[in-house]
């Protein structure tokens, strides 16, 4: 399906609670709001027949945006979806119900940022070490601004010793 | 007196040690050729020995979920009945009044014990992956056992006896079994048995390094993974051994004989390298379905030809 | 020098396991066995099983989902072992040093005979590597 008919499809059903733009010869963005999160998903996957690729995500300070990629494979554009899920407690439908392979993309978004995704049949984390805590979310902006990491640096190395050239001083940790 | 002969003959030549030597130097020739069509320089000639002494001076690490005394048996059982074939073989080619009548089908049942020792050894592994390559070496069994049998069958048929110093005598006059149209077409099922039977390339489903890590070998280490590693260079001299004397005329060390018997060992050994070279692995019901299908009805129709006397 | 220790310096076997690197260096190791570089010529074979190894070929840092699994194969395999960090990420966690999931390089858990370093290294560094290993024994 071409893009021009693509976005006027999906403007003339969602109308006003998504924002279409187009950046780029191969990229199409859908800024939708959270409530029609899964209507726009099959809307995408059923009736406009696009192919689910994969899904990101990123952690701006107010909130979680989410984000979907739809690729028409034989027009040679993505079709990417986003939506904004805000803190505290960012929450989201899942398309998993619609489009089975969301499962596992979705539950590496709730390891890694806390997103909640509600009817999803089995949230729990995917790649997590089984000795870790249960509330460990290392993505998370409040995790990573304290510069928390595993392994505690007591050799007194810093970044600028390493740029610099100079020779480490403690031992290997 | 006799008994010491034997046991020279059964240990030393051409028993254990020689075809241990020639085994290996087989094995060796095949990596080289291996190389050489891979446009590498391969390893040299002393490369299988070097493994093998290696071998004997690693920690021998028995698994403690693996049957012991089976796990540490198996691989010298296959060891005894490789060599037992391999004496056979070597006798009757060079003194061919040691033959007697059925030795073929002695052969031919001690040449399967090498394939049951790797399958046994494998399940008292202990590991999961062990019993896999188990349960798939049984099936190939079961795959490649029956062109195998028909195909032997094919030349004691045309000849009228089941010892192999008929045979001989039969091709000695009458030309090789390979000049007529059951013979090569018997030979091609036995050169595919036989890559089977040896686990190479395109049938090492049993074995397969990256698959399921090494399958029936998988928990051997030291001492026991050379006698495994043996066990595969023997054989490796036996089945071309093997197909040689039932189609080929034999070898003979009389005169210039030993030179086109040098030179037919070799052209099947090429031809078994060459296969494995250019072929990727096929998966059992594959495996299964190639020997049931197109390799039987090949040796079923060099069967009938020769019963009608092609 | 015993016979066994003469032939292991003629054909070393490499297992290599992969704890959390990029797979650059996996496809270097790779890169030696092509013809160019060659490396059955001196015995080195890649074998699918701990058990019949002479050589561990660690690469990438540490994660920590991987740390129980590396210790155990450790443990399996059969002395005398060898153990090679490969890598910038073997040696010292190289660019991954702050990751969230990374517990520490190679040698901060099971000895370490050699280290390769390089980002990846390069083959004629891999071999230098290997003949140093072998000369130790």
């Known amino acids: 399906m071409e893009r021009e008919e693509v976005k006027k499809r999906i403007a003339a059903k969602f109308g006003a609670k998504v924002k279409i733009e187009e950046r780029s010869p191969r990229r199409v963005y859908v800024y939708a709001e959270n409530e029609i999160w899964t209507d726009l998903a099959r809307f995408l996957f059923d009736d406009l027949d696009a192919r689910f690729d994969t899904g990101a995500a990123v952690d701006d300070r107010d909130g979680v945006e989410v984000m979907f990629f739809f690729p028409f494979d034989r027009e040679h554009y993505y079709v990417t979806i986003k939506t904004f899920a805000a803190k505290p407690n960012p929450t989201l439908n899942s398309i998993s119900p619609i489009i089975p392979g969301a499962k596992w993309i979705e539950r590496e978004m709730f390891e890694m940022y806390e997103v909640n995704f509600r009817n999803h049949p089995d949230l729990r984390p995917v790649l997590r070490a089984d000795t870790r805590p249960a509330d460990f979310y290392p993505a998370k902006r409040e995790v990573k601004d304290s510069h928390e990491t595993v392994r505690e640096r007591d050799d007194g190395e810093t970044r600028a010793d390493e740029t610099a050239g100079r020779a480490p001083k403690g031992k290997n940790p | 007196m006799e008994a010491v002969l034997y046991f020279v003959r059964y240990l030393v030549f051409p028993g254990f040690l020689f075809s241990a030597v020639v085994g290996l130097l087989t094995t060796w020739v095949d990596r080289k050729v291996s190389a050489r069509v891979q446009l590498r320089v391969g390893p040299p000639w002393y490369q299988p020995f070097a493994d093998t002494f290696k071998l004997l001076g690693k920690e021998v690490v028995v698994p403690a979920g693996a049957r012991h005394t089976g796990f540490l048996l198996m691989p010298v059982i296959g060891l005894a009945a490789a060599t037992l074939a391999s004496t056979i073989l070597w006798l009757v080619n060079l003194r061919p009044e040691t033959s007697f009548v059925g030795d073929t089908l002695v052969v031919l049942y001690v040449m399967t014990i090498p394939a049951l020792a790797l399958i046994l050894g494998g399940s008292a592994s202990g590991n999961p992956l062990g019993a896999l390559g188990s349960a798939r070496e049984m099936k190939l069994l079961f795959g490649y056992e029956l062109p195998l049998v028909i195909a032997v069958l094919t030349s004691i048929v045309k000849v009228g006896s089941f010892s192999f110093e008929k045979i001989l005598i039969y091709q000695e006059y009458n030309g090789v079994m390979l000049g007529s149209v059951s013979g090569v077409l018997a030979f091609i099922v036995m050169i595919f048995c036989a890559q089977a039977k040896l686990g190479f390339l395109p049938f090492d489903i049993a074995e397969a390094e990256t698959e399921i890590a090494g399958g029936t070998h998988i928990e051997y280490s030291g001492g026991p993974l050379a006698i495994v590693r043996l066990n595969t260079a023997i054989m490796y001299l036996v089945l071309p051994l093997f197909i040689i004397t039932l189609f080929w005329g034999g070898v003979n060390f009389v005169g210039w004989r030993i030179l086109t018997s040098v030179l037919k060992y070799v052209a099947i050994v090429v031809i078994m390298v060459l296969i494995k070279n250019t072929n990727p692995r096929v998966r059992i019901d594959q495996a299964v379905r190639f020997f049931w299908g197109p390799m039987f009805a090949l040796s079923a129709i060099a069967m009938i030809l020769a019963i009608v006397g092609y | ?137």
């Open chain 3, 1 to 137: 020098m015993s016979l066994a220790l003469k032939a292991l310096k003629k054909s070393p076997w490499v297992f290599h396991v992969n704890t959390g690197a990029c797979n650059n260096c996996d496809i270097e190791i790779l890169d030696c066995l092509t013809p160019r570089f060659d490396v059955e010529r001196f015995g080195v074979l890649l074998v699918g099983s701990i058990r019949h190894a002479d050589v561990l070929l660690i690469s990438g840092p540490v994660t920590q989902n991987i740390l129980p699994r590396l210790k155990r194969l450790y443990e399996a395999a059969p002395r005398p072992i060898k153990v090679v960090a490969f890598g910038a990420c073997g040696c010292r966690c190289g660019i991954f040093r702050d990751g969230y999931n990374i517990v520490g390089p190679i040698d901060k858990y099971i000895p370490v005979d050699a280290y390769i370093p390089g980002c990846p290294p390069k083959p004629e560094t891999i071999i230098s590597g290997i003949v140093k290993v072998l000369n130790q024994l």
